[in-house]
């Protein structure tokens, strides 16, 4: 698979259901990210728990990609994180935007750069990350 391949595979994934997400992360993986939060480093095992997490918060969380573009082994994506709640089921709410820049090494996630705001959920805002063929 091309690096693109690569991470397209793993935001097609909804990280709440799949048990396999694991296993796109490299083991020597570093992700630093920037979020309304702060920064934040995250390795192979703290991705994993992450993902644990995300498993007992949330019926579903999925991406939906605006932008995925490719150079060399180089994958930028620009996505809304969408989520279904273990408290409200019935409703999916636009979580957060991010871009994200990965580096793809042996077919799997290597390195990440990634920023974040939460989603502002007006029309507008969630119309700037429609799907953008390119």
Known sequence: MSAKEVV????????????????????DCKLLWNSSNGFTTLDYDGINAMLSGLKKAYHSFTYRISHLLE???????????????????????ALAHFISIWEVKDGK??????????????????????????
């Open 8 to 27: 397209k595979a793993f935001y097609a994934l909804d990280l709440a259901q799949d048990n396999n997400a694991i296993d796109y992360i490299h083991k």
């Open 71 to 93: 150079d060399q082994n180089m994958v930028t994506a620009r996505y809304t994180i969408y989520v279904t709640s273990i408290e409200r089921p019935q409703k999916e709410d």
């Open 109 to 134: 996630l290597y390195r990440g750069h990634e920023i974040s705001q939460l989603a502002d959920d007006s029309s507008e805002s969630l119309n700037s990350y429609a799907e953008i063929k390119v």
